[in-house]
C-alpha cells in the first residue's frame, strides 16, 4: 500500500513500543509491522494508520427502513457507505466477502476513493435525509465516518451507524454529538455465542447500547435470531428484559436467519419462532417489537402504545400509510418515540 494512501488513525496510545489501539473493545496491541484485528489499521513506525479512509467497497442508496431504522424518517433514503473490514469475524456474516480481509490482504483493493466532500455531495444530490455507516461494522473505518459526520451535520444531513456496538465507551462519546440515530446488533445473550460465533464478548455490545442511549443517541436493536443458537425463550426473554432496563422505547427488531458463510449447514428460522420473540418482547413491556426478514401481515407495522392504532404501516421496506404527524398519533395525540 502506497505512503500517500496512508491515513492517521485516531483514539490509540503507546506504551513501550507498543501501540494499544482503543477504538473498538478488543483495544488490540499492537506491534511495529502489525495490524489490529480488524486487519485494516497498522502500526508504521511508532504510528498507528487506517488503511481505509475514504476507501469505499459500497455507496447505494437505500431505504432507512433496511438499515432497520423504523424510527427515523419513515420513508426516506440513505446514502449508505462502506470500508472493507470488521473487528467481529462471525461465522454467519451476510457481508463476508466485504467485511472480512485476510492478514496481509491490501484492504483498499476493489475499492474506490472518495473524500468526505464527495459522500456529502453525492447525498445532497440524491436527496437523501441521512447518511448510514453500515454494511460492515463503522468503527474500524471511524476517522473517515467521523469526517463524513461532521461535513454532514454542517450541510443538514443526518447520520446514522449501523453497529455491532463493539465500541469503546472513549468512542462512542467521540461520534455522539453527530449521530442521531444507531442500530446496534445484540446477536446474543450469552458470552459463549459471541466467542464461539463472533470472535468478541457480549458485555461491551450491552454497554454501548446503554451509553448510546445516555448520550442521546436514538438506538435501535436487532437480533438475529438464529435455531438451536439463540432462540431459546429464555436467552429471547434476558434481550428483552435488558432493552426494557435501558428504556422500553427501544424498538427491538427480530430477524430471520439464512444460511451463509461458515453457517450454510444451519436451519432457516421458523416463521413462528419470530411470532414468539416479538411476543416475548411485547410481554415484557417493550412498546415497539418488529418481525424482519419474513413476510408477517402487520409485523413491521409501527403500533401507538397508548390507543393501539396503525401509526406507520410497512411492507418490506416500503411505508403503505401513516397516521401521525410530527411524531404524534394522529388518533390519540400521544407521542410516538422517534426521531420524525
Not at 463472533?198 to 437480533?223: F, H, I, N, S, Y
Request: with cysteine.
Amino acid at each position: 500500500m502506497r505512503e500517500n494512501d496512508m491515513h492517521e488513525a485516531r483514539l490509540y496510545t503507546r506504551h513501550e513500543g507498543v501501540i494499544q489501539c482503543e477504538l473498538c473493545a478488543h483495544e488490540c496491541k499492537i506491534r511495529d509491522g502489525k495490524r489490529g484485528l480488524c486487519n485494516v489499521r497498522e502500526n508504521r513506525g511508532g504510528k498507528l494508520y487506517t488503511l481505509v479512509y475514504g476507501k469505499l467497497i459500497a455507496e447505494h442508496v437505500d431505504p432507512i427502513e433496511k438499515k432497520p431504522l423504523f424510527h427515523v424518517f419513515p420513508g426516506s433514503t440513505s446514502y449508505s457507505i462502506a470500508t472493507r473490514g470488521c473487528n467481529f469475524h462471525c461465522r454467519h456474516c451476510q457481508n463476508s466477502s466485504i467485511s472480512q480481509v485476510a492478514m496481509g490482504d491490501d484492504p483498499t483493493r476493489f475499492c474506490l476513493t472518495r473524500s468526505p466532500q464527495e459522500v456529502v455531495d453525492a447525498a445532497l444530490k440524491a436527496e437523501c435525509k441521512t447518511i448510514s455507516y453500515t454494511y460492515v461494522e463503522p468503527t474500524i473505518f471511524f476517522e473517515f465516518a467521523y469526517d463524513c459526520c461532521q461535513l454532514a451535520a454542517d450541510n443538514g444531513i443526518y447520520n446514522v451507524f449501523v453497529s455491532n456496538g463493539y465500541m469503546t465507551g472513549r468512542t462512542a462519546r467521540v461520534i455522539a454529538p453527530f449521530l442521531t440515530a444507531i442500530n446496534i446488533d445484540i446477536k446474543s445473550f450469552r458470552d459463549e455465542f459471541y466467542r464461539k460465533v463472533c470472535g468478541a464478548r457480549l458485555q461491551p455490545v450491552l454497554d454501548t447500547v446503554k451509553l448510546m442511549r445516555e448520550l442521546g443517541v436514538w438506538v435501535e436493536v436487532t437480533t438475529l435470531v438464529i435455531p438451536d443458537y439463540n432462540d431459546s425463550v429464555d436467552e429471547l426473554n434476558d434481550i428483552a428484559k435488558f432493552l426494557v432496563e435501558v428504556d422500553a422505547t427501544i424498538p427491538w427488531h427480530v430477524t430471520a436467519f439464512s444460511p451463509s458463510y461458515k453457517m450454510l449447514e444451519e436451519k432457516h428460522t421458523p416463521k413462528r419462532t419470530l411470532l414468539k420473540a416479538q411476543e416475548i418482547g411485547f410481554e415484557a413491556g417493550l412498546q415497539q417489537v418488529y418481525v424482519g426478514n419474513i413476510l408477517s401481515k402487520g409485523g413491521e407495522d409501527t403500533i401507538c402504545p397508548s390507543c393501539g392504532t396503525v401509526v406507520v404501516s410497512r411492507l418490506g421496506f416500503s411505508i403503505q400509510g401513516k397516521s401521525m404527524i410530527d411524531g404524534r398519533c394522529l388518533e390519540c395525540s400521544a407521542v410516538i418515540p422517534g426521531v420524525w
